[in-house]
């Protein structure tokens, strides 16, 4: 295994990062080995990239970060409510392989987090990669919504639709005079200086002046928004906007910066000029969702790319809690993933340089890359435990 100081190459990694929210991500990584794994998506293909497991399949659109939490339920622009694969920063065109070897990682590197046994773990694997393999030889593209659904993202799903817009409101807002104003908690919402203000403000004012529903996005607050693992330390910003009228029609924005892909430095397939890395992030979304994500643009704000989203009541994410889940359920819900995961790389089949359905079909038909995998999965998590003592060891070092 590898012998190196994690803690400096994490640092190196996050150097132009907001150095205010930084002790948040360095807080995060240190709570287990699975959230250490989930934000240092760079350590993991600077190492697979020395192996020869990320030349064995075809070239596909993939979400580059693809773990056991990065599944969740979304808002589509077709306003249907879907379970899906939900965070595509790393996304790019590249192996096949690539997505599954990360997620086939994660299932080893949470079985301390899931408390389940390593033979347990292996299971799961096995069964993830034998899902994908059956459903994506079947060439059938599979959209999962309440009605087709089971298990624990039936529950998810069938839950999240008593949820509304007004209950999402009253989470993060407050009225003040028949006006609403962000709820800021220093935990999750921060306040911002009148400097940043203006700026996101004559940002979104002036995209908002090339749409027909301008007044849909009239903005009455902003602020700054903590959220997720590896973005932590962007900018990223919460808005409150008018939407179809106030108090309790207004709706929330999430605006944030998008990076390059850390993968970038490893790809070998030639990637479509992107405008801007948020027109990565979106047209890849859209390339592989069953519908995109509602109220998504790609914004140019002061030289970087921004993604704007709407903040939705009904989008939520799995959450891996110690006893959560029977063995049975986890069968289940990887099952779903697997099928969400072939689903996604069948859609994007044959576009902007992907490979074609059929060549897809057939790589599903031939079972020789799954013990490569599975053994790199369980050896890397090994990999990904002595990183995790040896982060926490020197970066909470005074």
Same mark, same amino acid.
């Given at each position: 295994?590898?012998?190196?100081?994690?803690?400096?190459?994490?640092?190196?990694?996050?150097?132009?990062?907001?150095?205010?929210?930084?002790?948040?991500?360095?807080?995060?990584?240190?709570?287990?080995?699975?959230?250490?794994?989930?934000?240092?998506?760079?350590?993991?293909?600077?190492?697979?990239?020395?192996?020869?497991?990320?030349?064995?399949?075809?070239?596909?659109?993939?979400?580059?970060?693809?773990?056991?939490?990065?599944?969740?339920?979304?808002?589509?622009?077709?306003?249907?409510?879907?379970?899906?694969?939900?965070?595509?920063?790393?996304?790019?065109?590249?192996?096949?392989?690539?997505?599954?070897?990360?997620?086939?990682?994660?299932?080893?590197?949470?079985?301390?987090?899931?408390?389940?046994?390593?033979?347990?773990?292996?299971?799961?694997?096995?069964?993830?990669?034998?899902?994908?393999?059956?459903?994506?030889?079947?060439?059938?593209?599979?959209?999962?919504?309440?009605?087709?659904?089971?298990?624990?993202?039936?529950?998810?799903?069938?839950?999240?639709?008593?949820?509304?817009?007004?209950?999402?409101?009253?989470?993060?807002?407050?009225?003040?005079?028949?006006?609403?104003? =962000?709820?800021? #908690?220093?935990?999750? *919402? &921060?306040?911002?200086?009148?400097? !940043?203000? @203006? %700026?996101?403000?004559?940002?979104?004012?002036?995209?908002?002046?090339?749409?027909?529903?301008?007044?849909?996005?009239?903005?009455?607050?902003?602020?700054?928004?903590?959220?997720?693992?590896?973005? =932590?330390?962007? #900018?990223?910003?919460? *808005? &409150?906007?008018?939407?179809?009228? !106030?108090? @309790? %029609?207004?709706?929330?924005?999430?605006?944030?910066?998008?990076?390059?892909?850390?993968?970038?430095?490893?790809?070998?397939?030639?990637?479509?000029?992107?405008?801007?890395?948020?027109?990565?992030?979106?047209?890849?979304?859209?390339?592989?969702?069953?519908?995109?994500?509602?109220?998504?643009?790609?914004?140019?704000?002061?030289?970087?790319?921004?993604?704007?989203?709407?903040?939705?009541?009904?989008?939520?994410?799995?959450?891996?809690?110690?006893?959560?889940?029977?063995?049975?359920?986890?069968?289940?819900?990887?099952?779903?993933?697997?099928?969400?995961?072939?689903?996604?790389?069948?859609?994007?089949?044959?576009?902007?340089?992907?490979?074609?359905?059929?060549?897809?079909?057939?790589?599903?038909?031939?079972?020789?890359?799954?013990?490569?995998?599975?053994?790199?999965?369980?050896?890397?998590?090994?990999?990904?435990?002595?990183?995790?003592?040896?982060?926490?060891?020197?970066?909470?070092?005074?």
């Amino acid at each position: 295994m590898l012998d190196r100081n994690v803690w400096e190459l994490v640092q190196l990694f996050n150097r132009h990062r907001n150095p205010i929210i930084l002790p948040r991500k360095y807080a995060n990584l240190r709570k287990n080995s699975f959230t250490f794994f989930r934000g240092t998506s760079h350590l993991f293909y600077h190492d697979l990239a020395a192996t020869p497991i990320r030349h064995l399949a075809p070239f596909v659109w993939i979400c580059g970060d693809l773990h056991l939490e990065n599944f969740g339920t979304y808002k589509g622009d077709d306003r249907q409510i879907y379970f899906g694969i939900n965070d595509f920063d790393e996304g790019a065109l590249a192996r096949s392989t690539w997505d599954l070897t990360r997620l086939v990682t994660s299932i080893f590197v949470a079985a301390d987090s899931l408390e389940i046994s390593p033979a347990d773990a292996q299971i799961l694997a096995k069964a993830y990669l034998a899902s994908y393999a059956t459903a994506l030889k079947t060439g059938q593209i599979r959209s999962i919504v309440a009605d087709n659904a089971h298990g624990i993202v039936e529950n998810l799903l069938v839950n999240l639709q008593q949820r509304n817009r007004l209950n999402l409101l009253e989470e993060r807002t407050e009225l003040i005079n028949e006006c609403r104003h =962000l709820k800021f #908690d220093d935990q999750k *919402i &921060l306040k911002i200086n009148q400097q !940043s203000y @203006d %700026r996101v403000k004559q940002t979104i004012d002036k995209w908002a002046q090339t749409r027909p529903d301008s007044d849909f996005f009239e903005i009455l607050d902003i602020g700054f928004r903590v959220a997720g693992t590896g973005s =932590l330390g962007l #900018d990223r910003y919460l *808005i &409150l906007v008018v939407g179809k009228g !106030s108090p @309790d %029609r207004n709706y929330l924005l999430d605006f944030k910066q998008q990076p390059t892909s850390t993968l970038q430095a490893y790809l070998t397939k030639v990637q479509p000029q992107w405008s801007n890395q948020a027109t990565r992030v979106m047209k890849i979304q859209q390339l592989v969702q069953s519908a995109p994500p509602a109220l998504a643009a790609a914004i140019d704000m002061n030289g970087s790319s921004y993604f704007l989203r709407e903040l939705q009541p009904t989008q939520d994410k799995i959450t891996l809690k110690p006893g959560k889940f029977t063995c049975i359920q986890l069968e289940r819900l990887i099952d779903i993933m697997a099928q969400v995961t072939a689903s996604a790389h069948l859609h994007g089949s044959g576009k902007s340089g992907a490979a074609i359905a059929d060549d897809l079909m057939a790589f599903g038909d031939n079972l020789n890359w799954q013990p490569e995998i599975l053994t790199y999965g369980q050896k890397y998590a090994q990999q990904v435990q002595r990183d995790y003592q040896n982060f926490c060891k020197h970066s909470s070092q005074p």
